[in-house]
């Protein structure tokens, strides 16, 4: 069993060259803040479609450091240019919304289907020697059968992201497979932390709970709020990606990323309000919109990918949220 410990890792990336997709939001920016510090040559690239997440404030301070293209994973002939000298692709473009993928079946399936399948044919067409990693989601998994839930859980998720997700990762698995492009996908948990999309709260409640505490406002937290959720902060998902990159043992595996203690939502919320010392919490009706896709209580396990890679969150709950809460405390107004 190849492990990888310590910043073995990190030292792998010195003089990569690595492509970033999704690379202005969330997820992107912070791993193009960490891959520059490690000597990675990074090129972002992102469509910076309106309510995405793409934000070039997410990566300033860094502008002479990186090339940041402007284009969208669906065009073939951008992604054709995009794929050629990469040694590392981190696939994390993709549509998050769960409400908006089912008022809009069709955008979600565009982006995150068939533009998946079509990286991955520009990869076996002009690059079969790259590795990528696959940013999934345990929304894949549906309502849980068993808690925690591991990478052995039937998968029947409940909206059209959760299908196309599935479909996504599966694509990936497959090409390296049949053809060996070396892919591995992530099955990310609720992940937070600075440079998360906040104008809305249609990708993720926990930057919205967040942006309620730093306004002052009150967050209204649905049904009873004794649904239980993991989370991990941003810092330790990008270290499982560097790990994930870097490691020949992932190649054609699926690994879920977890935090250590559940939380119930309304005792998230209410840990907010005491950290930032403002705001307030409520329990409000579920929308009706939302209630139908409402998976209950989930929370993973990420035994796997700590005997694979020697990965685990290492951000306490209480840190992290003290951190983003500092974050967006600075810098709410380029968010909004």
Same mark, same amino acid.
């Given at each position: 069993?190849?492990?990888?410990?310590?910043?073995?890792?990190?030292?792998?990336?010195?003089?990569?060259?690595?492509?970033?997709?999704?690379?202005?939001?969330?997820?992107?920016?912070?791993?193009?803040?960490?891959?520059?510090?490690?000597?990675?040559?990074?090129?972002?690239?992102?469509?910076?479609?309106?309510?995405?997440?793409?934000?070039?404030?997410?990566?300033?301070?860094?502008?002479?450091?990186?090339?940041?293209?402007?284009?969208?994973?669906?065009? @073939?002939?951008?992604?054709? /240019? +995009? !794929?050629?000298? =990469?040694?590392?692709?981190?696939?994390?473009?993709? &549509?998050?919304?769960?409400?908006?993928?089912?008022?809009?079946?069709?955008?979600?399936?565009?982006?995150?289907?068939?533009?998946?399948?079509?990286?991955?044919?520009?990869?076996?067409?002009?690059?079969?020697?790259?590795?990528?990693?696959?940013?999934?989601?345990?929304?894949?998994?549906?309502?849980?059968?068993?808690?925690?839930?591991?990478?052995?859980?039937?998968?029947?998720?409940?909206?059209?992201?959760?299908?196309?997700?599935?479909?996504?990762?599966?694509?990936?698995?497959?090409?390296? @497979?049949?053809?060996?492009? /070396? +892919? !591995?996908?992530? =099955?990310?948990?609720?992940?937070?932390?600075?440079? &998360?999309?906040?104008?809305?709260?249609?990708?993720?409640?926990?930057?919205?709970?967040?942006?309620?505490?730093?306004?002052?406002?009150?967050?209204?937290?649905?049904?009873?709020?004794?649904?239980?959720?993991?989370?991990?902060?941003?810092?330790?998902?990008?270290?499982?990606?560097?790990?994930?990159?870097?490691?020949?043992?992932?190649?054609?595996?699926?690994?879920?990323?977890?935090?250590?203690?559940?939380?119930?939502?309304?005792?998230?919320?209410?840990?907010?309000?005491?950290?930032?010392?403002?705001?307030?919490?409520?329990?409000?009706?579920?929308?009706?919109?939302?209630?139908?896709?409402?998976?209950?209580?989930?929370?993973?396990?990420?035994?796997?990918?700590?005997?694979?890679?020697?990965?685990?969150?290492?951000?306490?709950?209480?840190?992290?949220?003290?951190?983003?809460?500092?974050?967006?405390?600075?810098?709410?107004?380029?968010?909004?």
């Amino acid at each position: 069993m190849t492990s990888i410990a310590d910043d073995v890792h990190e030292r792998w990336f010195t003089g990569k060259n690595v492509l970033v997709t999704g690379g202005l939001g969330f997820l992107g920016s912070n791993l193009a803040h960490k891959l520059v510090t490690l000597g990675a040559r990074v090129t972002l690239l992102d469509s910076l479609l309106q309510d995405y997440g793409g934000n070039r404030f997410n990566v300033a301070g860094l502008e002479d450091r990186l090339e940041v293209v402007v284009a969208d994973v669906r065009d @073939r002939e951008a992604m054709d /240019r +995009a !794929v050629l000298g =990469r040694h590392v692709i981190f696939n994390l473009a993709g &549509q998050v919304s769960h409400i908006d993928s089912m008022l809009d079946p069709m955008t979600d399936l565009d982006i995150n289907c068939r533009a998946q399948l079509s990286l991955l044919e520009s990869c076996r067409a002009h690059n079969r020697d790259v590795k990528i990693v696959f940013a999934g989601s345990r929304q894949q998994y549906g309502r849980p059968e068993y808690l925690p839930v591991d990478e052995r859980h039937p998968i029947h998720p409940v909206d059209v992201n959760g299908v196309n997700k599935v479909a996504g990762e599966q694509y990936h698995v497959l090409y390296s @497979r049949v053809y060996g492009i /070396r +892919a !591995v996908s992530l =099955r990310l948990t609720n992940t937070y932390g600075p440079r &998360q999309l906040v104008r809305h709260n249609r990708q993720g409640f926990i930057a919205w709970f967040v942006r309620k505490v730093v306004e002052g406002a009150t967050i209204d937290v649905f049904g009873d709020g004794s649904q239980l959720r993991d989370l991990n902060f941003v810092d330790d998902a990008i270290d499982a990606f560097l790990r994930a990159a870097a490691s020949e043992r992932a190649n054609g595996e699926i690994y879920n990323l977890a935090g250590d203690d559940p939380i119930a939502l309304k005792d998230l919320a209410a840990l907010l309000v005491e950290l930032a010392g403002a705001g307030a919490c409520r329990l409000v009706p579920w929308p009706p919109e939302k209630k139908r896709i409402d998976i209950g209580s989930i929370y993973g396990t990420y035994a796997k990918i700590h005997e694979h890679l020697s990965w685990r969150p290492r951000t306490p709950l209480r840190e992290g949220l003290a951190r983003t809460i500092a974050y967006y405390r600075e810098h709410l107004a380029r968010y909004l």
